[in-house]
Nanobody, 124 residues
Framework: VQLQASGGGLVQAGGSLRLSCTAS????????MGWFRQAPGKEREFVAA????????YYADSLKGRFTISTDNTMNTVYLQMNSLKPEDTAVYSC??????????????????WGQGTQVTVSS
């Protein structure tokens, strides 16, 4: 399984970005896709996760209402729409995949495959 993330960049506070992550996998529906982020000097943090079918979504409590995760099964792609961005959202954002029946969606150690990460920088 290979994951290719894109869409990061520099944005002013209050702006929006959409991240994309495309999975090279035979059966996309077998996976839960997650987004995590890691800011300098901090631990990796759960952002959001979604079942490949899109039926189930999960968010970090602190990000609900600003971030939206979605999926396009025809493209094996998961998106993270980030609105009302704040400087504290600055981090490297990584997508990850785990089999739907294993582990816990908010724990990074549950994920088997990781993308390369994309930098999001929010200026004040």
């Amino acid at each position: 399984v290979q994951l290719q993330a894109s869409g990061g960049g520099l944005v002013q506070a209050g702006g929006s970005l959409r991240l994309s992550c495309t999975a090279s996998v035979r059966t996309f529906s077998n996976y839960v896709m997650g987004w995590f982020r890691q800011a300098p000097g901090k631990e990796r943090e759960f952002v959001a996760a979604i079942s490949a079918s899109g039926d189930s979504t999960y968010y970090a409590d602190s990000l609900k209402g600003r971030f939206t995760i979605s999926t396009d099964n025809t493209m094996n792609t998961v998106y993270l729409q980030m609105n009302s961005l704040k400087p504290e959202d600055t981090a490297v954002y990584s997508c990850a995949a785990k089999l739907y029946y294993s582990g816990t969606y908010y724990k990074p150690e549950s994920y088997d495959y990781w993308g390369q990460g994309t930098q999001v920088t929010v200026s004040s």
